[in-house]
């Protein structure tokens, strides 16, 4: 069965500092793909960034960016300059060929002034 | 194109009410999944259509549950004969071609069953 781990139920940053959300996930497949969500509070989630399994370069949308490790199966997000918009949970999620996406328990950023 | 929308927002109902919830899609984007959400948790898969074609369901779907996308458009999710275990935010989602692509999210149906 195809998990996604996220080991941080809450983690808090000063604004402008960098944060490192961490992600794992189990699979036997070879090719599929993994996001980063993020859900503000009372609001729709939204894409934060996508990484390709086939692809070994690292994502990255401006202040956002994955350390994706394949071998270790983990897949980090990197949030570099944090601001208080960034305050959310944030979801790590996983999709092979089955079309079951898979998500994380997700992780509480908060950013504080 | 204003993104996926979903009605009712909320929805409060007593236990054993049927209740139907409504997704619009990105007008373009031939995938729609429906997925359920706890409080605390991550969204758990629920089904996915392909145009009309209901081509995945999650074992988590019991019987009470239906969904449909009749005209590859829009789609509905019914639940039958709710109970407390059903209160849940349920979302829905749309992406266009292969499973890899991106899903974009609607505001979700927050469900409260009495």
């Known amino acids: 069965a195809q998990t996604v781990t996220q080991s941080q139920p809450e983690m808090s940053v000063q604004e402008a500092e960098t944060v490192t959300l961490s992600c794992t996930y189990d699979?036997?497949?070879?090719?599929?793909?993994l996001f980063w969500y993020k859900q503000p509070p009372s609001r729709q989630m939204i894409l934060v960034i996508r990484q390709e399994a086939y692809k070994q370069q690292n994502a990255t949308e401006n202040r956002f960016s994955v350390n994706f490790q394949k071998a270790a199966k983990s897949f980090s997000l990197k949030i570099s300059d944090s601001q208080l918009g960034d305050t959310a949970m944030y979801f790590c999620?996983?999709?092979?060929?089955?079309?079951?996406?898979?998500f994380g328990a997700g992780t509480r950023l908060t950013v504080k002034p | 194109d204003t993104g996926v929308s979903q009605n009712p927002r909320h929805k409060i109902t007593k236990r054993g009410q049927n209740v139907t919830f409504r997704c619009d899609p990105i007008s373009e984007h031939n995938r729609l999944y429906w997925y359920r959400q706890t409080l605390g948790q991550g969204p758990e898969f629920l089904t996915y259509f392909q145009n009309e074609a209901q081509l995945e369901k999650s074992r988590l779907l019991s019987d009470r549950f239906s969904a449909e996308r009749p005209k590859g458009s829009f789609s509905t999710l019914e639940i039958q004969r709710t109970e407390q275990g059903d209160s849940a935010m349920y979302l829905c989602a749309s992406s266009l071609g292969l499973a890899g692509h991106t899903q974009y999210f609607g505001p979700g149906t927050r469900l409260t069953v009495l």
């Open positions: 999620a996983f999709i092979s060929n089955n079309n079951d996406m898979r």
């Open positions: 699979t036997s497949e070879n090719n599929y793909y």
